[in-house]
């Protein structure tokens, strides 16, 4: 079955413990994407790479850390979490560039105490 | 500033009945714009994409129309179900190369 998988689907930490969200997708897509999605804000993107070893900045991506060794996974890192780092975070991978639809991970609910 | 503006409020309609949703956009010229639904707790899925030059799309019970004039898409659901219920989401893509911009989401009630 096509899918995202995120893990974990909770996690409660305290402020300053590094963390990292897994996010694998096996479509064998180029693209991958983080969002965050607070409510009265929607969706925003954090980082998204077009392929292994290419990522780049979305429009909130201070705070976190992202890396594409392979291009089926893409994980998350909080280097040091803050409580507004608290959100539902969600992965999502699509073909290539362009106008193709986002195939989204079920999500990371994320509590920073 | 840029901005995507969707239903703020809920939106309930009784079963059978036609829901229509509405994004709104201002400063963007966006090659296509695409619909998600999303319920709670899970991520969205896409539902439909439609390009710029293209006026109207369809597929089974959705529609989805394109006013690049109005600078305003809508999104109707007929024969609308209590299955329908869910928050849908618009997204435009605002550099022509896959870059998303996401509303806020329309919540749909549909009571039987």
């Known amino acids: 079955e096509a899918q995202v998988t995120q893990n974990p689907r909770y996690l409660i930490t305290v402020t300053g413990k590094k963390l990292t969200v897994t996010c694998s997708q096996n479509?064998?897509?180029?693209?991958m994407s983080w969002y965050r999605q607070d409510p009265g804000l929607g969706l925003r993107q954090i980082y998204y790479s077009m392929n292994v070893e290419v990522t780049d900045k979305g429009d909130v991506p201070e705070g976190y850390k992202v890396s594409r060794k392979e291009k089926r996974n893409f994980p998350l890192i909080l280097e040091s979490p803050s409580p507004n780092q608290t959100s539902l975070y969600f992965c999502a991978s699509r073909v290539g560039q362009g106008a193709g639809k986002l195939f989204f991970g079920s999500g990371t609910q994320l509590s920073v105490l | 500033s840029q901005k995507i503006e969707q239903n703020s409020e809920a939106l309930n309609i009784q079963e059978g009945k036609t829901a229509t949703l509405t994004c709104n956009y201002t400063?963007?010229?966006?090659?296509?714009l695409q619909w998600y639904r999303q319920d709670p707790g899970r991520g969205p899925v896409f539902l439909l994409l439609?390009?710029?030059?293209?006026k109207e799309k369809r597929k089974e019970r959705l529609k989805v129309t394109f006013d690049t004039t109005l600078k305003q898409s809508l999104f109707h659901i007929t024969a609308s179900q209590p299955a329908d219920s869910a928050t849908y989401l618009c997204a435009l893509d605002i550099n022509g190369r896959g870059k998303l911009i996401f509303g806020q989401g329309t919540e749909l009630s549909v009571k039987p």
């Open positions: 479509m064998n897509h180029e693209y």
């Open positions: 400063n963007y010229s966006p090659a296509y």
């Open positions: 439609i390009r710029e030059n293209e």
